[in-house]
C-alpha cells in the first residue's frame, strides 16, 4: 500500500472540493484532492449551469439570494470564460400568483437585485418563444455558467500551484487516533489498489455523500436527498435564462448552454444514492408543465435527460416540500465531534461554490494556524487547455483553423479530430488511465445526435492504435461509456431519438454482438 | 388532378432485406410485382445473414445449430415469426435468394450446416449463419488459429488492427497487425471509394506489393471488407494470387461495403428479373383497400400505384415502418394494430445491454399464418395485404442473432401465400 503526505486532503471533485484546492493552494497551501469518480461526477455536473442572479431565492431566502447576487458579479468578473451572460427574464403566465407577481419587484429591490419590469409586446420580441399566454415579465441578471470547465480549470491551478488530483480514488475509511483522522484509506475503484493518504487537515466535500463520508469518522450529519432532472434540448430555444415568475417551483427554468437549451428541473425525495437517474414520468411532468411557460417545449427535439441530487441539511424540522429546506451552505468543524481536524462543507449552489471554498479555506488556516488571505475574489480564474474542450464549438474551430487533411474527425457529430483526441487523452493521463468516459467529461464526445454510437468505436480503435488500451478493455470500455449515455437517453425515446437508438442496437448487439 | 396510375399484382414497400426477398420470390413466380422503397437501409447491414444464434436470450445461450434453435424456440416463444414457418421454408428461402446472390456475383455461403463466429472490427465474435465467401476463410482459420496477419489502413476510422488482435488475445495467439496507407494517401478513407479504387488491376497491385513485405510466416490475411463491389470475386482471387496466401475480409462499421454489394446486386438484377422498382420514393398514403390504391412520392414525382395485394416490409423505426410519439407506437402507411400496448416507461430497460433485450423489441405487428396482419380479437384486417420481416411482433432480432432469417423466411412464406390465394 502506498503511502502519501500532504497538508491537506480535499474528498470530493465536485465545483466545491476543487474551488477549495484553487483557494488553497493560492493560499500557499498544498493538497490533494481524491475524488472516488471523476471531475463533476457529481451535482457540479447535473445542475441547470445557471449563474442565479439570486431573483429566484427573493421570496424563499433572502440570505442566498444576495449571496448569489454578490457571488454571481465576482464571477461574471474573474472567470468570463466560464460565463455566457445571458441576462434573464422571469415571466408569468395567466393564472400564476397575481399577489407573487406584484410583490417580485420589491422583494428583488430589498436584495438590491435589479429587476426591470417590460411590457409583455417587448419580452416576445426578445424571446418569441414565451406562451401567448404570458402576463407578466421582467428583466433579470441571470447568467449560464459551464461547470466542468469550472471545475476543469479550478484544478488545473491548483495543480499548476503544486497540489494533485487522484481520479477513481474513494475514501473508505478514516483512522482515527487521538481525537484526530491519522491517515485516510482510499481505494483505486479501477484497480483496487489502496492508498494511506496522511493529512493535517482534512476536507470533506462530498456534496451529496457528505454524510457517509462522516459517518465514516463516527459524525452524524442530518441530511436529506433531493433528485432533481433535467433535459437537454437539440437546439437553443431562448437567448436568456428564463424563470417562471412564481414561487420557486418544479419545470420553471429553462437555461440556454452554448447550442442547446437546458430545461428543467424536479424535486424527488430519494433515499439512496446508488441509482440517480431520470425517469420517463419526470420528462413528461416537465414537458407538459413547462410548455406553459415555453410552449415549443411540447414539440422540440430532446437529446439527453439528467440527474443530480441535492444534499439537504436538515436543520430543524421545517414542514413543506425539500425547496424549503436549507439550501444556503453549511460549513461544519467537527472538533466539536471530537475529531479535531476534520472538517465538512455541504449543500449551496454552483452559483456560491466560491464562497463555500473561502469560508472552508479560512476555517482550514485557523485549524493549521496559518494567516493567509483568500484571493479569489481578485485573482481572475485562468484560462487554460484542460477545460477548453468543453466548450462545444471548440473542437471546430481547431479544427478549421488548422485544415489539415490528415488531421480526421473521429466524432463527426462534434467535429472532434484525431489531434484534439490526443491532447484530451494527454490531459487526462495527468489523473490516471484515459478512457472514454474520462474523454467524455473532459469533451463534447458523445454528446452529439449519435449519442456515441459511433464516436465510441473510433475512439477506441485510435486508443488502441495509440496503444493507449490493450487486450479487451476497450470492450468494457465501449459497454460501459454507452451505458452512461443511455441513462440519459432513455427516458427520451420517442421521434428522431428512438431511430437512433434502435441503430446504434443493430450496430453494438445486432453486428457487434457486444452484449453477449 | 389527374396523375399516372401504375399497375401489378404485387406492390412491395420497402427496399430493405425483407423487401428485397420478397420482390426477388414474387418475380422468379412470375408475378408482376412493383417495389417501392424510401431509404436505403441495406447498406447500414454488416452484410452477415443470420438465422438464429441465441435463444433464451436472457441465459445467452449460443447455439452451433440454428435448426435445433429454431425447434425449441417454436415451443418457448408461440408468437415468433419462426413459429409460423418451417425449417424446410427456411432453407427453400434462402436457397433461393442465395442462388440470385451467386448469379448476381455476390457469393454466400455457409460452413457445415452450422452456426459460424465472424470477426467483427472491435474484435467480439459475431455468430451467424451466412456469410460472404470471402469471410469463410477466417472462419476455419480461426478455429484452427493459423498464423494470420491482420491489417488495417491509416485513416480509415473505427477499424484497428491492433483492436482485434487485442481482444482475440486468448483466443489467437497467432495473429500479427501491420498498418497500411492505402495507394499512399494520408487522407480521410471510406470504405466504399477503397472498394471501388480497387477494382482496378493498377490500384490492386500496387495494394499487393505494398502487404506482401509484412506476410513473412502468415498463411491467411486478414483485411477490411473493401475488396471491390460489383468486381468482388475476382478482386478477391486476385489480390490471393499476387500474395500467395488465403485472404479473408473482416466486415467494417457502417456504411459496410458487404451491405453495399447487397443492394447494388438487388438493384441491378431485380430489375432483371421484371421488378419495376422505385428507389428513394415513398409510399404516402393508401386509399382504396379492396384494390389497394396508393401514392406515391419521390423527389420529382408523384404517381399512383393499383394493386391486388400488398407485402409490407417498412422495418422499424429505422425503416420507417414503426414510429415513436410520447404515448404510444404506430405503423405508418395502414395504422395497423401493433403488439405491445405497454408504456413508455416500460419500452426501454436501464441497462442498454441487458440480456433479457428491451420490451420494444419485441413490439410490431402480429399476423396469422400466412402473415396476414390481424387485429386484437385476432380477425385478419386485409386479406390481400401481408407483414414481413422486422416489423413483427416477437422478434428481438438483434439479440436472437435472426435478422435476415426472419426477413427472408417470412417474405416467401407471404409470397407463395399470395399466390395461393390468387390462384
Ligand atoms: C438538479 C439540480 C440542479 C441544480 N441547478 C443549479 C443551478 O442552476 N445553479 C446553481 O448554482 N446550483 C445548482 N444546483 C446546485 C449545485 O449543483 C450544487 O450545489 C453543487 O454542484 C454542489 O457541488 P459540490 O462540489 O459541493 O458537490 P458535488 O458536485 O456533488 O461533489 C461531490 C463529489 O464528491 C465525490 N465523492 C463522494 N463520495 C466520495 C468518496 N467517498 N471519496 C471520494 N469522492 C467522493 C462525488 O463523486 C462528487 O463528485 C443544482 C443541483 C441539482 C441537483
Ligand atoms: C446496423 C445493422 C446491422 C445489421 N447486422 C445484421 C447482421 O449482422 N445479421 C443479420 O442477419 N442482419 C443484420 N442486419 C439486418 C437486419 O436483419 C435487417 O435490418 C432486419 O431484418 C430488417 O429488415 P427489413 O427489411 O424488415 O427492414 P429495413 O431494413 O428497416 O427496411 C425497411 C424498408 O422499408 C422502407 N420504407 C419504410 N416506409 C416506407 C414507405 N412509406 N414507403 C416506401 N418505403 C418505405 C425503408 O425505406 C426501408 O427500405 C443489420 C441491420 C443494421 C441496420
Not at chain 1, 307 to 332: C, E, H, Q, W
Not at chain 2, 137 to 158: M, Q, R, T
Amino acid at each position: 500500500m502506498a503511502n502519501l503526505e500532504t497538508q491537506v486532503l480535499i474528498i470530493g471533485g465536485g465545483a466545491t472540493g476543487t474551488g477549495i484546492a484553487r483557494d488553497l493552494a493560492l493560499r500557499g497551501i498544498k493538497c490533494i484532492l481524491a475524488e472516488k469518480d471523476d471531475i463533476n461526477a457529481g451535482a457540479s455536473g447535473a445542475n441547470h449551469g445557471l449563474l442565479h442572479s439570486g431573483s429566484r431565492y427573493v421570496a424563499s431566502d433572502a440570505e442566498a439570494a444576495i449571496e448569489c447576487r454578490e457571488e454571481g458579479e465576482i464571477l461574471k468578473r474573474l472567470a468570463p470564460h466560464c460565463i455566457d451572460n445571458t441576462g434573464g427574464i422571469f415571466a408569468a403566465v395567466s393564472g400564476d400568483d397575481e399577489k407573487y407577481i406584484s410583490d417580485f419587484p420589491s422583494m428583488c429591490q430589498k436584495c438590491g437585485i435589479s429587476a426591470k419590469p417590460i411590457d409583455i409586446k417587448e419580452a416576445k420580441e426578445l424571446e418569441p418563444v414565451l406562451s401567448e399566454k404570458t402576463i407578466a415579465a421582467y428583466l433579470t441578471e441571470d447568467a449560464s455558467i459551464d461547470p466542468f470547465m469550472l471545475s476543469l480549470e479550478n484544478m488545473a491551478q491548483a495543480v499548476s500551484l503544486g497540489s494533485s488530483y487522484m481520479r477513481h480514488a474513494k475514501a473508505i475509511e478514516f483512522k482515527i487516533e487521538n481525537g484526530k483522522i491519522k491517515y485516510t484509506k482510499l481505494i483505486n475503484s479501477k484497480t483496487g489498489e489502496e492508498t494511506k493518504v496522511f493529512a493535517e487537515q482534512i476536507v470533506n466535500a462530498a456534496g451529496a455523500w457528505a454524510g457517509e463520508m462522516a459517518e465514516l469518522a463516527s459524525v452524524t450529519i442530518p441530511m436529506v436527498y433531493s433528485k432533481g432532472s433535467l433535459v437537454i434540448t437539440q437546439k437553443r430555444l431562448t437567448k436568456r435564462v428564463i424563470n417562471r415568475l412564481r414561487k420557486a417551483s418544479d419545470a420553471d427554468i429553462l437555461v440556454p448552454g452554448g447550442a442547446v437549451s437546458i430545461f428543467g428541473t424536479t424535486s424527488i425525495r430519494i433515499n439512496t444514492l446508488d441509482a440517480i437517474y431520470p425517469t420517463v414520468e419526470e420528462v413528461d411532468f416537465m414537458i407538459s408543465e413547462g410548455a406553459k411557460m415555453v410552449p415549443i417545449l411540447e414539440t422540440t427535439r430532446y437529446i439527453r435527460a439528467y440527474a443530480g441530487v441535492r444534499p439537504l441539511i436538515s436543520l430543524g424540522a421545517k414542514k413543506g416540500d425539500d425547496r424549503s429546506v436549507s439550501r444556503g451552505f453549511v460549513l461544519l468543524d467537527h472538533t466539536e465531534n471530537g475529531v479535531d481536524n476534520f472538517i465538512t462543507i455541504t449543500g449551496g449552489k454552483l452559483t456560491t461554490y466560491r464562497l463555500m471554498a473561502e469560508k472552508t479555506a479560512d476555517l482550514v488556516c485557523r485549524h493549521l494556524g496559518i494567516s493567509a488571505t483568500c484571493k479569489t475574489r481578485e485573482e481572475p480564474l485562468p484560462s487554460t487547455t484542460h477545460g477548453k474542450w468543453t466548450e462545444p464549438a471548440m473542437t471546430p474551430k481547431m479544427w478549421m483553423q488548422k485544415q489539415k487533411t490528415d488531421d480526421i474527425l473521429l466524432c463527426e457529430c462534434e467535429m472532434i479530430s484525431k489531434s484534439a483526441v490526443d491532447s484530451l487523452i494527454e490531459s487526462a493521463k495527468q489523473s490516471g488511465d484515459p478512457a472514454l468516459k474520462v474523454l467524455g467529461l473532459r469533451s463534447r464526445i458523445g454528446k452529439g445526435p449519435c449519442q456515441g454510437a459511433f464516436c465510441s468505436l473510433r475512439i477506441a480503435a485510435y486508443m488502441y492504435d495509440k496503444g493507449e488500451l490493450n487486450l479487451d478493455s476497450g470492450i468494457s470500455d465501449i459497454k460501459f461509456f454507452l451505458n452512461e449515455r443511455w441513462r440519459g437517453e432513455r427516458p427520451l425515446q420517442w421521434g428522431t431519438p428512438i431511430i437512433q437508438s434502435e441503430i446504434a442496437e443493430a450496430i453494438h448487439c445486432g453486428f457487434l454482438s457486444i452484449e453477449l | 388532378m389527374s396523375r399516372i396510375e401504375l399497375k401489378c399484382d404485387l406492390l412491395v414497400i420497402g427496399s430493405g432485406i425483407a423487401g428485397m426477398a420478397a420482390s426477388l420470390f414474387a418475380a422468379n413466380r412470375g408475378i408482376k410485382t412493383i417495389q417501392i422503397g424510401k431509404t436505403n437501409t441495406l447498406s447500414f447491414t454488416s452484410g452477415l445473414m443470420d438465422v438464429l444464434a441465441v435463444h433464451p436470450i436472457e441465459e445467452k445461450r449460443l447455439w452451433k445449430n440454428p435448426w435445433d434453435a429454431i425447434d425449441t424456440l417454436k415451443k418457448d416463444i408461440s408468437g415468433h415469426p419462426y413459429s409460423k414457418v418451417s425449417k424446410d421454408t427456411i432453407e427453400k428461402a434462402f436457397k433461393e435468394l442465395v442462388a440470385f446472390l451467386k448469379s448476381a456475383d455476390v457469393p454466400y455461403a455457409n460452413y457445415q450446416n452450422k452456426n459460424v463466429n465472424i470477426i467483427t472490427p472491435i474484435g467480439t465474435l459475431k455468430p451467424t449463419f451466412f456469410v460472404p465467401e470471402s469471410m469463410l476463410n477466417g472462419v476455419s482459420a480461426l478455429e484452427e488459429k493459423k498464423p494470420c496477419l491482420i491489417i488495417d489502413f491509416y485513416n480509415l476510422k473505427g477499424f484497428s488492427a491492433l483492436q482485434i488482435k487485442e481482444t482475440l488475445k486468448d483466443k489467437w495467439q497467432n495473429l500479427r497487425t501491420a498498418q497500411i496507407k492505402f495507394l499512399d494517401s494520408s487522407k480521410e478513407q471510406f470504405a466504399e471509394q477503397m472498394a471501388y479504387d480497387l477494382e482496378k488491376p493498377k490500384n490492386l497491385d500496387k495494394l499487393a506489393k505494398e502487404i506482401s513485405p509484412h506476410i513473412k510466416d502468415a498463411e491467411i490475411l486478414g483485411i477490411p471488407a473493401i475488396l471491390g463491389v460489383k468486381r468482388h470475386s475476382s478482386v478477391l482471387s486476385k489480390l490471393q494470387e499476387l500474395l500467395g496466401v488465403k485472404v479473408f475480409e473482416i466486415p467494417t462499421i457502417i456504411p459496410s461495403v458487404p451491405g453495399i454489394r447487397l443492394k447494388k446486386a438487388f438493384e441491378d438484377k431485380l430489375q432483371d428479373i421484371g421488378v419495376q422498382s422505385f428507389y428513394s420514393q415513398e409510399v404516402i398514403q393508401v386509399f382504396h383497400k379492396d384494390d389497394f390504391v396508393f401514392d406515391v412520392t419521390g423527389a420529382a414525382s408523384m404517381f399512383k400505384i393499383r394493386t391486388k395485394g400488398v407485402i409490407l416490409s417498412t422495418g422499424r423505426f429505422f425503416g420507417g415502418g414503426l414510429s415513436a410519439d410520447r404515448e404510444k407506437i404506430t405503423e405508418t402507411i395502414f395504422n395497423l394494430e401493433i403488439y405491445g400496448p405497454f408504456l413508455r416507461k416500460v419500452w426501454h430497460e436501464l441497462d442498454f445491454f441487458a440480456p433479457r433485450g428491451h420490451n420494444i423489441n419485441n413490439c410490431g405487428i402480429e399476423t396469422d399464418e400466412y402473415f396476414h396482419p390481424i387485429d386484437k380479437s385476432g380477425k385478419v384486417i386485409f386479406n390481400n395485404l401481408y407483414a414481413v420481416g422486422s416489423i413483427l411482433a416477437h422478434n428481438d432480432w438483434t439479440r436472437m442473432k435472426c435478422g435476415t432469417g426472419v426477413s427472408v423466411a417470412t417474405a416467401y412464406s407471404a409470397v407463395n401465400a399470395f399466390l395461393n390465394q390468387k390462384g
